[in-house]
Structure formats: C-alpha cells, structure tokens
C-alpha cells in the first residue's frame, strides 16, 4: 500500500491536532511565575531567620530542589508540567525534575544499574557542558585578564 505526501500530510494534521500555543504561554508563565514566587518566599523565610547571604541562597535552591524532587516522587510535579510546560522547566525545580524522574523510571533494574546508572542520562549533558563552558569562560578571562 503506497500512500502520497499529500495524502500522509492530512492524515499526521489529523492525527495530531495543533496545540493552544498562546494558551500554553500564558500558563508557562503563571506556573513559573509562581515557582519563583514560591522562591522568593522561601528566601524572605531564611533571610528572617537570620542567614547570611550565602547561607539563604544555598538554602533556597536546596529547599526547592528537595520539594521538587518529592513532588516528583510521588507523582504530583509531572501534572503540574503537563499544564505548566516550560514554565517548570525554566527553574531550578526542572533541573530536579530531570535528575529524578530517570532515577525512577530505572530503579526495577537495581540501585547500581538503573537508579545510578540513569540518574543523569538527561541532566548530565547539561552539567558537563555548563562546567566545560565555565572553565573555557575562565580560560579566556584569565588569558585576556577581562575582569
């Protein structure tokens, strides 16, 4: 059975029905408003409490990576991303997203092979390229002294 382009063309449109993209970046940026305010509270909280500057900043990413993680966990994050789209991914709580979310979908094949071994199958790229840009970044500042 031999099909035209014509004819695959009305059959993948019809397959695939185009998505409400104005409706789509209005929640992105509700959502991921949201999260950063959620941030900015939990900074407030810690500034309250009488960390130094450091502390709070260190605090506040390590506070929305464990929320994001458990969420994550239990299964909620992935219906928030499902209406958020890239509103969740933008912040740290993507980031959190992605190291958890293979760990896992791999844990039935064991802690050292599939928790692990996949933990960072998404996240990874992201690490090694920002740390080899931030060196090959330093490189050219202390070769050119640009500071």
């Known amino acids: 059975m031999s099909i035209s382009k014509d004819d695959y063309s009305k059959m993948t449109d019809k397959a695939s029905p185009n998505s409400p993209t104005f409706l789509n970046c209005i929640k992105a940026f509700v959502i991921g408003g949201l999260i950063c305010t959620f941030g900015q509270l939990i900074t407030e909280l810690l500034k309250n409490a009488g960390l130094g500057e450091k502390e709070v900043q260190a605090g506040t990413s390590s506070v929305l990576i464990i929320i994001t993680a458990i969420l994550t966990g239990i299964g909620v994050f992935d219906k928030i991303a499902r209406h958020a789209g890239a509103g969740t991914i933008v912040p740290i709580t993507g980031f959190a997203n992605s190291v958890v979310s293979p760990a896992l979908e791999f844990q039935h094949e064991g802690f050292i ?34 500071y």
């Open 113 to 146: 092979l599939g928790t692990a071994s996949q933990m960072f199958t998404i996240a990874g790229p992201v690490i090694v390229y920002g740390i080899a840009s931030s060196f090959l970044y330093g490189l050219i500042i202390f070769i050119f002294k640009l």
